[in-house]
């Protein structure tokens, strides 16, 4: 019981008077509460999904692609795809919105939610930006918002809508557009008008502020955008970890840091590895790039018990909605770190057998009821969508915070080899 009153706050009781077509109470039948999906997000960056959507790749090389993602789609129920300007957009007025949109529409088939990153960031970036004065560029980024966040509403409805926003206008490996306008408008002065421009296009979307820095200075950052009356909607947070698991202390220490907001936190990039760590004096990760950076059965051990305990935690905490990984396979990694929940061959290492036990299995519902002689049935399970399964037929819910009592009716139409 310990665990269930932990995690009270991602259950609910829901009580449903039962009745069939002509609206008879369905009296002493067995009830089935079979969960199909999650309210929290369980997601990975999968950009593979452009790929498997578009088909565009040989034909050996798409039957591995899909093997690896089938996987992902046994557990995961949240993805975010790439809209890197430079490679989204490489050629002015030409960006990939066709390949996007497919690979969007190829995961919202398969009741998959959908993340756009970023929108604005200083890195990979429209190199022909430079080509420009800061207000033409300024011009160009809110036309790219107005595009792509116009383009892609109702396909994805969640953005971050701009990264790394500390070290943007300080920003000095190479010259780049975004870190000019930066410059000019200041951090909240950008952010401001980045998240304007995108709620203008699609209000409904969920908003992100996503940053790798979880120093006093992103929460200086954050204090500002809410005292300059910025929405945002959720704050997110990268964690990669090559050079070592955060531990419980500072996974601990960063929530209680920025839950004094108030607002939903996102883990947006989390990495744990199954190698050797990066050296510690590695200051920027992108400089550590070795030519061979293996998966091992030691290292794999640690890795698992690292995600049982990280994830437990995030799940635990009300504040904390979606854990992305960055990313589910090691094919492709960013850095080349064997950071994913499969290997380069595609097989499950012992991370993704303990993070399916936990989704599916710990963090579940499958309970079976007996209705009342008024129809009435009740049970309590975790937040998401669920299938009503009762005498061969189903009815399909959602179970969220609100308990009230609702009436569900039985329909002719039926289940498994049944008459539809």
């Known amino acids: 019981m310990g665990q269930m009153n932990e995690l009270a706050h991602r259950r609910a009781s829901k009580t449903i008077k039962l009745v069939d077509a002509s609206g008879t109470p369905v009296k002493g039948k067995e009830v ?12 990975c960056g999968l950009f593979e999904a452009v790929e498997v959507a578009n088909r565009n790749v040989p034909e050996d090389r798409l039957a591995f692609l899909e093997q690896g993602v089938d996987q992902f789609l046994e557990i995961f ?7 890197y300007w430079e490679n989204f957009e490489p050629e002015k007025g030409k960006p990939r919105t066709r390949e996007l949109k497919a690979a969007a529409q190829w995961l919202k088939d398969r009741n998959i939610v959908v993340k756009g990153h970023p ?10 930006l430079l080509d420009m004065s800061n207000e033409e560029i300024l011009k160009a980024q809110f036309a790219r918002i107005e595009r792509d966040v116009s383009d892609f509403k109702g396909l994805i409805d969640m953005w ?6 500390v070290i943007m206008p300080i920003f000095d490996k190479y010259d780049n ?3 000019r306008i930066s410059n000019d408008l200041g951090r909240v002065g950008i952010i401001k008008e980045m998240f304007a421009k995108t709620r203008e296009f699609n209000p409904e979307a969920t908003l992100l502020l996503n940053d790798f820095n979880t120093s006093i200075n992103y929460e200086i950052l954050i204090d500002g955008c809410l005292q300059a009356g910025i929405p945002i909607d959720a704050i997110g947070i990268q964690s990669h970890q090559h050079q070592g698991y955060w531990g419980r202390e500072k ?5 209680e840091r920025f839950s004094q907001f108030g607002l939903p936190i996102h883990f947006t990039e989390n990495t744990l590895t199954s190698g050797h760590l990066m050296p510690p004096e590695i200051v920027d990760l992108n400089d550590y790039q070795p030519i061979d950076w293996p998966s091992t059965p030691e290292f794999e051990a640690r890795q698992a018990k690292e995600v049982e305990e990280m994830y437990s935690i995030l799940f635990k905490h009300k504040l904390v909605k979606g854990i992305t990984s960055w990313s589910f396979s090691d094919d492709g990694a960013w850095l080349g770190a064997p950071a994913g929940f499969i290997r380069k061959d595609n097989s499950p290492k012992p991370a993704y ?3 399916k036990k936990l989704i599916k299995g710990n963090w579940f519902t499958n309970v079976t009821q007996i209705t009342d002689d008024h129809g009435i049935v009740s049970f309590e399970g975790f937040l998401g969508e669920y299938d009503l399964i009762c005498d061969g037929k189903k009815v399909s ?7 009230d009592t609702a009436l569900m009716v039985l329909t002719e139409k039926r289940i498994g080899s049944r008459i539809m």
Do not use: M, R, Y
Request: proline share 4%.
């Open 160 to 165: 971050d809508v701009i990264n790394e926003v």
């Open 177 to 179: 557009g975004i870190t």
């Open 32 to 43: 089935i509460f079979k969960q199909t999906n999650h309210q929290f997000l369980f997601g």
């Open 251 to 255: 996974l601990e220490e960063v929530l």
């Open 397 to 403: 819910f959602h179970l969220n915070e609100e308990s």
């Open 353 to 355: 057998d303990v993070l």
């Open 119 to 128: 929108l604005c960031w200083h890195t990979l970036t429209a190199p022909w």
């Open 77 to 83: 129920n949240f993805a975010t795809l790439p809209f």
